[in-house]
T-cell receptor
Framework: DAGVTQSPTHLIKTRGQQVTLRCSPK?????VSWYQQALGQGPQFIFQ???????QRGNFPDRFSGHQFPNYSSELNVNALWLGDSALYLC????????????????FGPGTRLTVL | LAKTTQPISMDSYEGQEVNITCSHN???????ITWYQQFPSQGPRFIIQ???TKVTNEVASLFIPADRKSSTLSLPRVSLSDTAVYYC?????????????FGTGTQLKVEL
């Protein structure tokens, strides 16, 4: 049973460019959340997708957008990249708990290391 | 969301018990306490979760006093492979969905 997978592993972009990161959730999971982790900091919540819709959003500008596909996989898009976007981008999957309640355990992928020059 | 405070770093030796304490003074009634572990260049990994008193699993114990304003993660007989960052999180039991709020964590270094 594959866990959460992310691609690519590493990525180098220049300022102003756009980037797309991809995530496949753990088998059986229907919810994908994205986090940004700067060096030396804890992960920061970007947004969460369930049933192909954005359900929650953290304090990130609308340059950060996402998508979830019918097979539950997800993409994170970042437009107009700037140096401060350099970070490890983590995808986490879980079962949706918005209706039933409960803080569900999240399974994280290995991340995509994005470097903006 | 409840804010958490943890020590920035801790050092230990192999075979010792390590206790990491987290302060969360404004924890809400519906909040659970969860601990994650993260190795370099990897995503965080769930360790343990609790609401009150004591919870134990195969890797750790979580002690929560009656007022729930703090919690202590206990790692028995640590090894070199336990060197990692440990995050204490406090989150909603209901209606909060799956959003996790991480602090800066505690860097645990285990030596021989």
């Amino acid at each position: 049973d594959a866990g959460v997978t992310q691609s690519p592993t590493h990525l180098i972009k220049t300022r102003g460019q756009q980037v797309t990161l991809r995530c496949s959730p753990k088998s059986g999971h229907d919810t994908v959340s994205w986090y940004q982790q700067a060096l030396g900091q804890g992960p920061q919540f970007i947004f969460q997708y369930y049933e192909e819709e954005e359900r929650q959003r953290g304090n990130f500008p609308d340059r950060f957008s996402g998508h979830q596909f019918p097979n539950y996989s997800s993409e994170l898009n970042v437009n107009a990249l700037w140096l401060g976007d350099s970070a490890l981008y983590l995808c986490a999957s879980s079962l949706f708990s918005g209706l039933a309640g409960g803080l569900r355990e999240q399974f994280f992928g290995p991340g995509t290391r994005l470097t903006v020059l | 969301l409840a804010k958490t405070t943890q020590p920035i770093s801790m050092d230990s030796y192999e075979g010792q018990e390590v206790n990491i304490t987290c302060s969360h003074n404004n924890i809400a009634t519906n909040d659970y306490i969860t601990w994650y572990q993260q190795f370099p260049s990897q995503g965080p990994r769930f360790i343990i979760q609790g609401y009150k008193t004591k919870v134990t699993n195969e890797v750790a114990s979580l002690f929560i006093p009656a007022d729930r304003k703090s919690s202590t993660l206990s790692l028995p007989r640590v090894s070199l492979s336990d060197t990692a960052v440990y995050y204490c999180l406090v989150g909603l039991l209901t209606g909060g969905g799956n959003k996790l709020t991480f602090g800066t964590g505690t860097q645990l270094k285990v030596e021989l």
